[in-house]
Nanobody
Framework: QVQLVESGGGLVQAGGSLRLSCAAS????????MAWFCQAPGKERQFVAG????????YYTDSVKDRFTISRDSAENTVYLQMNSLKPEDTAVYFC???????????????????WGQGTQVTVSS
């Protein structure tokens, strides 16, 4: 059974940085897609960034390109989201997600992922 535990959220001023962590357990994640989604109050869960564990290929939504970086540490079984130049509109609960797949295409819809963490709150003040 896959378990995902996020940490690293908090309150930061606009222009600041945070690093989110997602500790993964319960499987060997070599052939998994890992992703970060965010959900603001009253809005749908949205894709932020994804990574293929085996090759490290990454994909980002346009609004975070050049600001956020997704990475994974295979020794620690952990996925990270480095968030720089944060904006008030980045405020949301951030979720880690995982799906087993051999595909080179990283899906951006939440329904494609069947394993989720509990989420961590990120609040960016102006």
């Amino acid at each position: 059974q896959v378990q995902l535990v996020e940490s690293g959220g908090g309150l930061v001023q606009a222009g600041g940085s945070l690093r989110l962590s997602c500790a993964a357990s319960g499987r060997t994640f070599t052939y998994y897609h890992m992703a970060w989604f965010c959900q603001a109050p009253g809005k749908e869960r949205q894709f932020v960034a994804g990574i293929r564990w085996s090759r490290g290929n990454t994909y980002y939504t346009d609004s975070v390109k050049d600001r956020f970086t997704i990475s994974r540490d295979s020794a620690e079984n952990t996925v990270y989201l480095q968030m720089n130049s944060l904006k008030p509109e980045d405020t949301a609960v951030y979720f880690c997600a995982a799906r087993a797949s051999f595909s080179i295409v990283i899906p951006t819809t939440s329904s494609a992922y069947d394993n989720w963490g509990q989420g961590t709150q990120v609040t960016v003040s102006s």
